[in-house]
């Protein structure tokens, strides 16, 4: 319940910084010269993505059933005229019928499609960019001032089992297609502005739609990862004393011979578990509401029980929007996916920095599954002790015996 109403939260307050960016306020638009309808001012706004009340508009969409019938003196074909028409169709009020009976085929024009395209093209390629490279660059600033952190003793020359081959099984499943994932969705979102500049449009529409298939199929091989890390590891990394401990000692990582206690998973690896489930849920979710479009739209629902939270409301961002056209949920759920996306890549940087180049006889725990006792005692001390007594129960008991 509490990581439901932390997701809800966290979804509310991205998607509400989203709206309140486009939210600056706009000076009262004058219509009089044009006898209410709109003004170049209206769509001056409108381009720079201003939020205006467009209720000028919205309800200008004449009356189909008001006008005098054609049987009539001076009787007219329905009562809406031609911008009513198109303004009812803009704002999904026109009782279209298509041919294509799709899902979301008869919405004709969708005005949000605007905002949604521009963020995906600025902010979301533009911030990302920044917290992936900002994550790189962090990664080498701590590499060049700490260095590869080192075991302080000497290896033992004998080895414990760390994780069984199950567990690097899930490991791996998770950590391959992620990586494929984490390539595929980037050459998907950033091919057109980078790609298409350095290897043309036919090459580029080629790769375009290889990592389409191999981002869509791959998915479910991460899925399953998934479902096995949670069933495998859940349990040892449930939060307990030593974990304020670790993290008030920093783990040790930026002191030489520090070494808090921890049991099989440090706090920091608990973080990045829980950050793994939780992000990995949502990114999941999302992604199925993307692979079967319009059949799982997400947000009129999340945002009508975060409303009835009161969340929203007491953050200042007023009653969320419930009722929203098919277009719009896909976009949500795109610009959703992406920003977890952004941030899981971030994450998963710093692990696989830790895991590989920073950390000295990590990567045998995830490839061989052994490590040396020595690592254990100094990174796991805890889990290293409870390892040695379990080694020594049998022959307690046979003394017992
Ligand atoms: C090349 C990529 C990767 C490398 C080299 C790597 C390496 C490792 C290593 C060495 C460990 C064990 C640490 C220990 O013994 O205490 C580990 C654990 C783990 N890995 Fe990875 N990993 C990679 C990618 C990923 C990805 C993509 C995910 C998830 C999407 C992931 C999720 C985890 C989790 C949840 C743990 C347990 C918690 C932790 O140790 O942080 N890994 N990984």
Excluded at 72 to 101: H, K
Excluded at 117 to 144: C, H, S, T
Excluded at 255 to 269: D, E, L, M, S, W
Excluded at 366 to 371: Q, S
């Amino acid at each position: 319940m509490m990581l439901r109403n932390a997701l809800i939260l966290l979804l509310t307050t991205l998607f509400c910084g989203m709206a309140a960016a486009q939210d600056v306020s706009v000076p009262t638009i004058d219509r009089s010269a044009t006898g209410g309808a709109q003004t170049l001012s209206d769509i001056m706004a409108r381009q720079k993505a201003l939020k205006i009340d467009d209720t000028f508009r919205k309800d200008a969409i004449g009356n189909p059933d008001g006008g005098a019938s054609t049987t009539e003196p001076l009787g007219v074909r329905g009562g809406q005229s031609d911008s009513e028409v198109w303004r009812a169709i803009r704002y999904n009020e026109a009782q279209a019928i298509a041919s294509n009976t799709g899902f979301a085929a008869d919405v004709l024009i969708q005005s949000s499609g605007i905002a949604w395209l521009k963020f995906r093209r600025g902010p979301l390629a533009e911030y990302g960019a920044w917290l992936l490279g900002g994550m790189l660059l962090l990664l080498a600033v701590f590499y060049l001032l700490r260095g590869r952190i080192r075991i302080d003793g000497a290896w033992s020359g004998r080895k414990i089992l760390r994780f069984t081959s199950i567990e690097r099984f899930g490991h791996w499943l998770i950590a391959g297609s992620f990586i494929l994932l984490a390539i595929t969705g980037l050459i998907s979102l950033f091919g057109r502005m980078a790609l298409i500049p350095l290897m043309g449009k036919d090459a580029f529409a080629a790769i375009a739609a290889i990592s389409k298939l191999i981002h869509d199929s791959v998915a479910w091989a991460f899925m399953l990862g998934l479902v096995m890390l949670i069933l495998l590891w859940t349990f040892q990394n449930l939060p307990n004393r030593h974990d304020l401990v670790w993290l008030a000692k920093g783990g040790g990582m930026f002191t030489k011979g520090v070494h808090p206690p921890a049991r099989k998973f440090n706090a920091g690896q608990k973080l990045i578990f829980w950050g793994v489930v939780v992000f990995g849920l949502s990114i999941s979710i999302s992604g199925i509401s993307l692979l079967i479009p319009f059949e799982l739209p997400l947000f009129a629902k999340t945002f009508a029980f975060a409303n009835a939270t009161g969340i929203p409301q007491a953050l200042g961002f007023g009653v969320l929007p419930e009722i929203m056209p098919p277009h719009q949920e896909m976009q949500l759920a795109q610009a959703w996916h992406a920003i977890i996306a952004f941030l899981f890549i971030a994450m998963i940087l710093a692990h696989i920095y830790i895991g590989t180049l920073g950390m000295e006889g990590a990567f045998e725990a995830m490839g061989d599954g052994e490590v040396d006792e020595q690592w254990a005692r100094e990174h796991h001390g805890l889990w290293m002790a409870e390892v040695e007594a379990q080694k020594r129960q049998p022959t307690s008991d046979a003394t017992k015996e």
